[in-house]
Structure formats: structure tokens, C-alpha cells
């Protein structure tokens, strides 16, 4: 697999979104392990994970520990496995989505995410999404704190406009090292982002890189560049999608998630598809129109 830098750490080039093997459509215990192991055999070795990746408050961090039981469970070497965690957002009970970017909530969801990891020091920490209630700059400076306590290795943002990440910069310095947004064929509105992580040096991780949970199937029928070069290729749409984001920047270190292993060792397989320039021009330019006939 080929890499690509996060900060100092060495990456795959395809990292692996762990979010679906543990929210609602979620698999058994067992396939979800035969998952991430089918993963890291392909050579991922970014696994992307949060605190908030689970169902409802009855099972709170259950993708964090699910991570920290396949890696333990796994036949290899996993010390170079980098997972990356968020704090930030919170699923009360009735499983919705809530904000909490306090500085308090971080250095609490911060020591229960290294509990659950089993890990003296996070080697990713980022900021899952801001929080009107908090001032940004309190929940940055929170980051830094953890990683002046050796609680976290390196910091990242997510969700996060051009503002905000140099407001992050400004505090962080140096252990700034990624930004995680919403990026895909048809959510392209982060490009501003992606070109400024491309100046400043950071990593870009697309978040549902191919649609999302949702929309992952439907990319080759709603996107009609997408499927003709996947047919000139041979291949699947998901893999010309994760190999068109790669050749945009080298900074770009997609995070695809699946419930299956097959689908994994798809999405592996894009950092060694090469695009022609033509297939490259015809792909920017796809507007998302569906396909007919």
C-alpha cells in the first residue's frame, strides 16, 4: 500500500472509516472484527474512529472498543496502526446527535477514549465538529493542553471552514496536523479547505468519501463520469472515486468505511489505480448527473 504523511506518522494511502460497524445497521460482533481485519491485511493502517460511534448512551465508545478488541485479536504487527479519535460530539439517550466542546467534556472524553483504546497516549486526537455554545478557540485550547500532558500525540480538526482552521494553526502550531471534512463526488464545497491544508501541509480527510453509509451504492448510477471510467477500467465507481481523490493532492488520505471485507479490499485497491489525464479532467468536471439507459 502506498503512504502518505499525517503529521509524522506514515500512513496507507486509503484509511478505513470505522463509523458503520457500529451505529444503527450495524453488523454482528463477528463481521465487524472479519472487517477490520480484512483491512489491515490490505494494508490500512489509519483506522478512523469517535467516541460518539455508537448507538444510544446504553453503549457509549462501542466502536472505540470494538477497534481496541480486533487489533488485540489480530494474527500481525499492529504498532504501526494509527487510529485516529474524535471527542466533541455526544448521542444522548434517545440516540440523536448532540455538541459538547467544552473544555472539560474534551479532557473527560479524552481519558475515557484512552481507557477504551487501551493506550497510554492518542496518536490522533481531533475535534469532531464546533460547538456554537463554545468559544472555538476554548475547545482548541483544550487540545493543546492534552497534548502538552502527553495525553495526545498530534491534534486534527473536522468539519472545520478555512477560518477556523487557521485559528487552529495559530494555537496548535505544528501538532495541527489534519483536517477532516465532508468531501465526495457530490459534496465538493471542502475544495477551499483541501487547498489550504495543501498549503498549510496538513493531512485532508475526506469524511463519506463515497456518499456516505447511504449513498455509497448509488455513486456509479448518480455520477455519470464516475461510471464510464470504472468501465473503461474494469473496476468499481467507489474505486475510480477514492483514486481520482488521491491524485487531487497528496495531502488527501481518504477514509471510506464498510460493513463488509470485500468492500474494504475495493476501497484498498484505489491507491494503486492510476487515472489518465483525460479521466482525470472528465471526473472534475462531473456535475453528478445521473446515468441513463
Known amino acids: 500500500m502506498p503512504a502518505r504523511r499525517i503529521g509524522e506518522a506514515r500512513v496507507s494511502a486509503i484509511g478505513f472509516g470505522a463509523m458503520p460497524l457500529s451505529v444503527e445497521g450495524r453488523p454482528d460482533e463477528r463481521q465487524a472484527v472479519e ?3 480484512a483491512a489491515l491485511d490490505a494494508g490500512i493502517t489509519l483506522i478512523d474512529t469517535a467516541d460518539a460511534y455508537h448507538l444510544d448512551a446504553r453503549d457509549p465508545g462501542h466502536n472505540e472498543t470494538l477497534i481496541a478488541k480486533a487489533l488485540a485479536a489480530y494474527g500481525g504487527d499492529t504498532a504501526h496502526v494509527l487510529v ?19 473544555p472539560a467534556h474534551l479532557r473527560r472524553a479524552v481519558e475515557l477514549s484512552l481507557r477504551r483504546l487501551g493506550v497510554e497516549a492518542i496518536g490522533l486526537y481531533q475535534y469532531h465538529r464546533p460547538d456554537p455554545a463554545v468559544p472555538y478557540e476554548e475547545s482548541i485550547g483544550a487540545l493543546k493542553d492534552l497534548c502538552d500532558a502527553g495525553k495526545i500525540r ?4 473536522s468539519n472545520a471552514d ?4 487557521r485559528l487552529a494553526r495559530s494555537i496548535l502550531g ?6 477532516q471534512n465532508q468531501f465526495s463526488p457530490a459534496v465538493r464545497g471542502s475544495l477551499r479547505e483541501l487547498e489550504l491544508c495543501d498549503r498549510l501541509g496538513l493531512a485532508f480527510l475526506p469524511w463519506s ?11 456509479g448510477s448518480e455520477h455519470t463520469a464516475f461510471h464510464e471510467v470504472a468501465r473503461e477500467l474494469g473496476v468499481s465507481p467507489q474505486r475510480v472515486c477514492l483514486a ?3 491524485a487531487l493532492s497528496p495531502r488527501v488520505v481518504p477514509i471510506p468505511g464498510a460493513r463488509r471485507a470485500r468492500n474494504v479490499r475495493d476501497c484498498a485497491a484505489a491507491a494503486r489505480l492510476s487515472l489518465s489525464a483525460d479521466q482525470m479532467a472528465r471526473l472534475d468536471g462531473s456535475t453528478g448527473e445521473r446515468r441513463t439507459g
Open 35 to 37: 472487517t477490520l481485519h
Open 84 to 102: 485516529a479519535t474524535k471527542g466533541g460530539h455526544t448521542r444522548p439517550a434517545d440516540g440523536s446527535w448532540a455538541l459538547d466542546g467544552s
Open 162 to 165: 478555512p477560518e477556523q482552521i
Open 244 to 246: 481520482w481523490m488521491l
Open 154 to 157: 498530534a491534534a486534527g480538526i
Open 209 to 219: 468519501p463515497l456518499g456516505g453509509m447511504g449513498g455509497a451504492a448509488r455513486l
Open 174 to 179: 505544528d501538532r495541527l496536523v489534519a483536517v
